[in-house]
């Protein structure tokens, strides 16, 4: 069984080390509970002490409105696919943005605190397991106990584990082929978008230079797949131009510095991705816009010779860009 655990704040959603690791942690090394669950995916929601940023007021009330709905557990049988939410209270929305910048550390305190509040949930997801489900919940239980106080609070030693963890999961991939290796739903995406995309490469979720890969492409595929199920009919700019300015980006003057130049690049490119793999098309003007910023982006690393991934992140931009000039128009 795969172990995803992502956290959400008011005005972010997406992978953290310290809280990957504890799902990575239980992953390895687990025995077999039953083919009814191959992938158990934790989202941890965190309350936000202080004001919302400019022009986010309305996301930070409707996130704190909806922790009072949480916990909540969905159990798709048919995926096999366990959905947990809950809002984690052992830190908050302001101390994980204060450790975002890289290099991330691990916080030990919060990889055990992760595993604590998964096991204060376990109840929510006994009470969706049916008699018919083959999974053992009893020996699930027990096993995420004795994880937990074997859990090593050492840095040194989860990073040795990381590196362990890496390589049993490289070792997986080997076992499957390009496309086996996402693992992806294709029921959450448009019938057409593995014709319209079809390099695996560029469906990668953390593939640093893959559209969606990145912290900015991966948001922008998550709130634009939200945005899109009420707005379908509705022109993809309008979203990015309103997404810029929640991120405080002039769309008519996105190079004013490095922080945006870089956010939009990669905003602007994730979306004509994200238009494609929803909707089955992008439209010629944000197709027009991905390009050039890839152009753009492409022009400003030229000269970065002792960039160790400087030739991997060209080949893919420019995969990228063959790829968004063949995309069906609107």
């Known amino acids: 069984m795969e172990i995803i655990i992502f956290h959400r704040l008011y ?7 310290s809280f990957t690791l504890a799902g990575e942690y239980l992953e390895y ?16 929601h965190f309350f936000q002490d202080g004001p919302a940023k400019k022009t986010l007021e309305q996301s930070h009330e409707d996130f704190h409105n909806n922790l009072e709905c949480l916990p909540k557990c969905t159990f798709y049988r048919k995926k096999r696919r366990l959905a947990l939410d809950f809002e984690a209270k052992f830190t908050t929305g302001y101390e994980i943005q204060k450790y975002k910048k890289p290099p991330i550390e691990i916080i030990p305190d919060w990889v055990r605190s992760t595993l604590d509040e998964l096991i204060g949930q376990l109840p929510l997801i006994k009470s969706k397991i049916k008699k018919n489900d083959n999974f053992d919940f009893v020996s699930f239980e027990k096993y995420v106990s ?8 050492d840095v040194a030693e989860l990073e040795k584990f990381e590196e362990l963890f ?18 992806i739903d294709w029921e959450d995406y448009h019938p057409k978008a593995k ?18 890969g990145n912290d900015t492409g991966a948001d922008t595929l998550e709130i634009f797949r939200k945005w899109n199920k009420r707005n379908s009919n509705n022109d993809a700019l309008f ?3 309103q997404l810029l300015k929640d991120w405080e980006i002039d769309i008519d003057a996105p190079y004013e510095s490095e922080y945006s130049s870089y956010t939009y690049f990669q905003c602007v490119t994730g979306l004509a991705f994200a238009s ?9 003007d944000l197709k027009d816009k991905a390009v050039s910023a890839i152009n753009e982006y492409l022009a400003s690393i030229e000269n970065a010779d002792g960039w160790e991934y400087k030739d991997e992140c060209k080949e893919k931009l420019n995969l990228s860009k063959e790829a968004i000039e063949k995309m069906p128009n609107k």
């Open 195 to 212: 014709e319209i995309i079809p390099i695996p490469s560029l469906w990668s979720c953390t593939d640093e230079f893959s559209p969606n």
């Open 146 to 153: 004795q994880k937990r106080n074997e859990l090593p609070m």
């Open 239 to 241: 979203f990015l131009t």
């Open 166 to 183: 890496e390589e049993y999961r490289k070792q997986e991939a080997e076992k499957l082929d390009d496309w086996e290796r996402l693992r």
């Open 29 to 44: 090394g687990m025995p077999e509970f039953g083919d009814a669950v191959d992938e158990l995916e934790i989202t941890l």
């Open 276 to 284: 494609a793999k929803l909707r089955g098309n992008c439209e010629q």
């Open 11 to 17: 005005n972010t959603y997406g992978g953290h080390r």
